[in-house]
């Protein structure tokens, strides 16, 4: 094993973690919401600057998502969605693991394999190219609002569950059969 250089901030991806605000000893600080919309700009660049730096512990770290990631990653929205959930559960499994989750790590490491997939931009393998133009969703908020307002699915009673069944669904979630 080697000794971390601390020069290095990709030596230590515990570096990388946000400082803890507030928050008490018996209470871990939450990590921060991250929703780039809803940051103001300095907030928004400051983190996606930490995102950065993580992704380049990432690539380095795990070879399989330096091949896939492109180095234009940041400049395709979805790719930079994927980007974000995965440090941000990165951050959560290692800084605040819910109370009673098992190997926070080891999920975390699953789903960072099963993400790899949707890290790749086949068109930016050798060099950038700009996202296509993005599809417009089928369906106006009109024609949403009429089909809700005139079919069985918008416009039935609720019906309601039996507690019974939603106990056993519960159960069976929170203890599933080996």
């Known amino acids: 094993m080697t000794d971390l250089d ?3 901030p990709l030596s230590d991806p515990a570096d990388l973690w946000p400082e803890p605000t507030g928050g008490s000893a018996a209470a871990p600080a939450q990590p921060p919401v991250w929703v780039w919309a809803a940051m103001e700009p300095a907030d ?3 983190r996606f600057e ?3 730096d993580w ?4 690539t380095a770290t795990f070879p399989k998502v330096g091949q896939a990631l492109p180095g234009c990653w940041y400049k395709h929205p979805e790719v930079r969605e994927y980007v974000t959930a995965l440090y941000a559960a990165y951050v959560r499994a290692y800084l605040a693991p819910l109370p009673g989750m098992d190997a926070p790590e080891a999920v975390w490491l699953s789903h960072l394999h099963a993400m790899i997939p949707h890290l790749s931009i086949a068109k ?3 060099g950038h190219e700009e996202p296509s133009a993005r599809v417009k969703p089928r369906g106006s908020v009109e024609d949403i609002k009429a089909y809700l307002a005139t079919d069985g699915f918008g416009t039935a009673p609720a019906a ?3 507690p019974e069944l939603g106990a056993e669904m519960l159960a069976a979630r929170l203890e599933p059969p080996l």
Do not use: G, I, N, T
């Open 44 to 46: 928004r660049q400051r």
């Open 124 to 126: 930016c393998a050798s």
């Open 50 to 52: 930490e995102v950065a």
């Open 6 to 8: 601390y020069d290095d």
């Open 55 to 58: 992704v380049a512990w990432l």
């Open 160 to 162: 309601p569950v039996a």
